[in-house]
C-alpha cells in the first residue's frame, strides 16, 4: 500500500514533541520530527502557559515532517489534563491560559466546598477532588474577573485550543473533558446542576465529542505560511493518558491493570461502568474517558519523580550518574529493608531528595539507607509496593481478580522496577510501548480515518510494530512482609 504520515502532537508539562508515524499497512515507525520546551511564565498575576510560543514550535515540526516525499495525512493533539482557555465571540484569545500550577485556587478553595462539597462532586463527576482541576480553577476565574461570565464565549481544553488554532474548528473533546471535573458520570455530558450551583455558563462549551472527529483540512492560512500541502486536523485522544491507554496492547481479555510509568505513573484499568463509592473517594481514585467512551479508573501516583530528582541532586553535587548506572547500583543491594511512601508530600518539592528519603526512614524507626544504591533500590522498591497498593484496592473495588500488569511510558526502560513491580504485585508484567502517548495519539487518528477498523486492530498494530517484553513473578522471601509494612506507613500518613 501507499504509505500514510500521520503526526502526532505530544505535549507534556515541561517539553512538547511533534512525532511522525509512518504506516505501511503493517507497522507503524514513529520518530520525532521536533522537540522543544514548554515552561510556564510568572508575570504579576499569576502563571500561564505561552500558548503562541508553543503553536509556533508546533509549526515548526509541521515543516519538518513535510520535507521528504510522503504527505501528511492527518494531525492530531494530546496533552496534560485540567487546563483551559477563553475565546471571545469573534473567536479570538483572551488572555493566554492559566497553568495548574497557578495559586488562585487555593484563595477560594474553602468558598467553592461550601457550595459543592468533596464527596457530592465526586459523585457527580467521578473525578478526583484536587485544586488543580478545570471546575476550581473556572469558579476562581470568575470570582476575580466576573466580566468573563459576560465577555468569553467558549472554553477549550489545551488539546482542543491547538486543534482550533490548526483548523479554525472549536470542539470540546470527551478524554480531555472528562478530566475536568464538568461532565455527569452517567451521561457523560455537561453537569448542569454542577453549573447552575456554581454561578459557570454552560454556554462556554460545545457538545462533546467522541471517538475521534475529523474537524477540517489544516487552516488554508497556515498551509500558506508553511508552504506545504493541507491535510486533515482531528480531535483524536486529546489527554496523554487517554491516548497511552489506547497503546496499551492487552494480550487477552482477562482482567489487566495497565501503568503508564514516566515522572509521575497512572495506575489503573479500563471499566465500563464509572465507580463513585466513598471507598473509592477515599482511596483516591478517579474516572476519566477512553477514545471510545469507556472509562479508566485509575490513581495517579508518584512515578519516577524522585529518582529524577536524585539524579539532579548528584549531578549539582558534581556527580554524573546516569539513569543506567543508578540501577546498575540497586541491583548490588541485596537485602533493602527500608521503604518510604513515595506519595507522601514531602516528596512532591524538588530539592534535597536524597536527604528527604534519609529523613523519612529515620523519622518512621527504620533502617537509613546509606549508600546511593540503598537510596536508589529503597525508592524503587517503594514504588513497586505503592502500584501493588493501587492494584489491590482496584480488586476489592471493582470485584475483578487481576491477572496481569502493562506497563507502559519511559519508565519501563527501568527494567528493576518492572521486576519489582511483578515481584511485590505478585503479578505478571509485560512492558511496551516506550511512546505510548504518541502512538495512541496517532492509533487516534487511523482509527477516526477508517484506516484502522478496530481496537482489536490497533493493539495487534502496536504488538507488530513495538518491542514487548515479559517479566514473571520471582519467589522470594518476605514479600508479604514487606507489603504489610508498606501498607502500615501510608496507613499512619508517614
Not at 491535510?231 to 496492547?249: K, M, Q, R, S
Request: include cysteine; hydrophobic fraction near 40%; charge should be negative.
Amino acid at each position: 500500500m501507499t504509505l500514510i504520515k500521520i503526526l502526532a502532537v505530544d505535549l507534556g508539562a515541561s517539553s512538547g514533541r511533534v512525532m511522525q508515524a509512518i504506516y505501511d499497512g503493517e507497522r507503524l515507525q514513529l520518530s520525532e520530527v521536533h522537540r522543544f520546551k514548554n515552561e510556564a511564565v510568572t508575570v504579576n498575576d499569576g502563571l500561564y502557559w505561552n500558548i503562541l510560543h508553543l503553536f509556533n514550535e508546533i509549526k515548526t515540526g509541521i515543516k519538518k515532517a513535510s520535507r521528504d516525499q510522503i504527505p501528511i495525512q492527518s494531525i492530531s493533539v494530546d496533552t496534560w489534563g485540567v487546563d483551559y482557555a477563553y475565546l471571545d465571540k469573534n473567536g479570538d484569545l483572551l488572555y493566554q491560559p492559566h497553568c495548574y500550577r497557578d495559586n488562585r485556587m487555593g484563595r477560594y478553595e474553602d468558598e467553592f466546598y461550601k457550595l459543592v462539597d468533596k464527596q457530592t462532586l465526586f459523585t457527580e463527576t467521578g473525578v478526583q477532588p484536587a485544586t488543580y482541576n478545570t471546575i476550581l480553577q473556572l469558579y476562581a476565574d470568575i470570582k476575580e474577573k466576573p466580566e468573563l461570565i459576560e465577555v468569553a464565549d467558549h472554553v477549550l481544553f489545551m488539546p482542543d485550543l491547538i486543534n482550533y488554532l490548526l483548523s479554525g474548528v472549536l470542539v470540546n473533546e470527551y478524554t480531555i473533558a472528562s478530566t475536568s471535573g464538568l461532565l455527569n458520570s452517567q451521561t457523560q455530558t455537561w453537569s448542569s446542576s454542577l453549573f447552575a450551583r456554581l454561578g459557570l455558563p454552560e454556554k462556554w462549551f460545545s457538545k462533546v465529542s467522541k471517538g475521534g472527529t475529523v474537524l477540517r483540512s489544516l487552516s488554508p492560512r497556515i498551509a500558506q505560511n508553511l508552504k506545504i500541502e493541507p491535510f486533515d486536523v482531528i480531535a483524536g485522544a486529546g489527554h496523554d493518558t487517554a491516548a497511552a491507554v489506547l497503546a496499551v496492547p492487552y494480550v487477552d481479555e482477562q482482567p489487566t491493570v495497565f501503568i503508564s510509568c514516566g515522572t509521575w505513573s497512572l495506575v489503573g484499568m479500563e471499566n465500563q461502568t464509572v465507580l463513585t463509592s466513598l471507598e473509592a473517594l477515599n482511596a483516591g481514585l478517579t474516572n476519566e474517558g477512553c477514545f471510545d467512551g469507556g472509562i479508566r479508573l485509575l490513581k495517579n501516583t508518584t512515578g519516577l519523580w524522585i529518582i529524577q530528582e536524585l539524579q539532579r541532586d548528584w549531578q549539582l553535587q558534581g556527580e554524573e550518574i546516569g539513569f543506567a548506572e543508578m540501577v546498575v547500583l540497586a541491583r548490588e543491594v541485596k537485602d533493602n529493608r527500608s521503604f518510604i511512601n513515595p506519595n507522601a508530600a514531602i516528596f512532591a518539592s524538588p530539592g534535597d531528595m536524597e536527604e528527604k528519603v534519609k529523613d523519612y526512614c529515620r523519622m518512621s524507626g527504620q533502617i537509613v539507607p546509606e549508600t546511593k544504591g540503598e537510596v536508589v533500590r529503597t525508592v524503587l522498591e517503594s514504588l513497586a509496593l505503592a502500584y501493588h497498593q493501587t492494584v489491590e484496592q482496584l480488586e476489592e473495588l471493582t470485584g475483578k481478580e487481576i491477572a496481569r500488569i502493562q506497563m507502559v511510558g519511559g519508565g519501563i526502560q527501568n527494567e528493576l522496577l518492572c521486576q519489582l513491580t511483578a515481584n511485590f504485585a505478585r503479578k505478571p508484567v509485560i512492558t511496551g510501548p516506550i511512546e505510548a502517548s504518541a502512538l495512541g495519539n496517532v492509533l487516534s487518528q487511523l482509527l477516526t480515518l477508517g484506516i484502522v477498523q478496530s481496537r482489536e486492530e490497533a493493539q495487534n498494530l502496536i504488538r507488530q510494530s513495538e518491542l514487548l517484553k515479559s517479566y514473571s513473578v520471582e519467589d522470594l522471601d518476605d514479600v508479604e512482609t514487606s507489603q504489610q509494612f508498606f501498607k502500615s506507613l501510608v496507613e499512619k500518613g508517614e
